[in-house]
């Protein structure tokens, strides 16, 4: 059983393209996340959605913009993609409660720009 | 500005040997600490947790220590099995729901034969 599942696992595309990257989770967690891993493997929170609610957004540029049409979906959508788009994506989620973090990750997209 | 450091990028220890895995913070507002374990091409997977509250959390073979006033955790696998290869991740945060995690930057961990 997947509990955070991701797709697609690799994109490549071309600038200037829009791409979307889909997340689901099963563990009725109800708080979602985005995080980047770049190319020196330095993993950043970029958003967070409780209860499709909006709770963090990072200092991302306004070409990403995640939608979560439910407590399992978080999607992210990426329009005019650059050069340095190019990164590993990771969706996690966790069941917000006081004293507690453990937020539990997918296995990754790897988005490759040209 | 990184808030959370893990030192030593690469760690080889022999089976059956102990490895220390070490991460410092600097934000004294973190006060719920994690660390993760990453095989290539997986996602980050929990391997234990350790609040403010307390300065030891044990879980098998895997215990983390807190020391607060050093601002600095550790990780100690007893014994080292080949299969404990991977990058670990120490993550922080601040108490309150649904709160981000900050990461370090990892440390590869090579169990030898």
């Known amino acids: 059983d997947t509990a955070v599942s991701q797709t697609p696992k690799y994109l490549v595309t071309q600038m200037g393209n829009d791409k979307s990257i889909k997340c689901e989770q099963n563990?009725?967690?109800?708080?979602m996340y985005w995080y980047k891993q770049d190319s020196k493997k330095f993993l950043k929170i970029m958003f967070s959605?409780?209860?499709?609610?909006?709770?963090i957004n990072e200092t991302v540029p306004n070409r990403f913009s995640p939608k979560s049409p439910d407590k399992a979906h978080l999607n992210l959508h990426i329009n005019s993609l650059e050069l340095g788009d190019s990164a590993v994506y990771f969706c996690?989620?966790?069941?917000?409660?006081?004293?507690?973090?453990?937020?539990?990750f997918g296995p990754g997209t790897r988005l490759t720009v040209l | 500005d990184q808030q959370v450091k893990q030192n030593s990028p690469s760690l080889s220890v022999q089976e059956g040997r102990i490895s220390i895995l070490n991460c410092d913070y600097t934000n004294s507002m973190f006060d719920y600490f994690l660390w993760y374990k990453k095989y290539p091409a997986e996602g980050p997977t929990f391997l234990i947790s350790?609040?403010?509250?307390?300065d030891k959390n044990e879980d098998g073979r895997f215990t983390v220590f807190l020391n607060k006033s050093a601002k600095h955790l550790s990780l100690h696998i007893v014994p080292s099995q080949p299969g404990d290869s991977a990058v670990y991740f120490c993550?922080?945060?601040?108490?309150?729901?649904?709160?981000?995690?900050?990461f370090g930057t990892g440390t590869r961990l090579q169990v030898t034969l």
């Open positions: 996690a989620s966790s069941q917000a409660r006081r004293g507690h973090n453990e937020q539990f």
């Open positions: 563990l009725g967690h109800d708080t």
């Open positions: 959605y409780n209860n499709k609610e909006l709770i």
């Open positions: 350790i609040s403010s509250i307390k």
């Open positions: 993550a922080a945060s601040v108490s309150g729901t649904a709160s981000k995690l900050t």
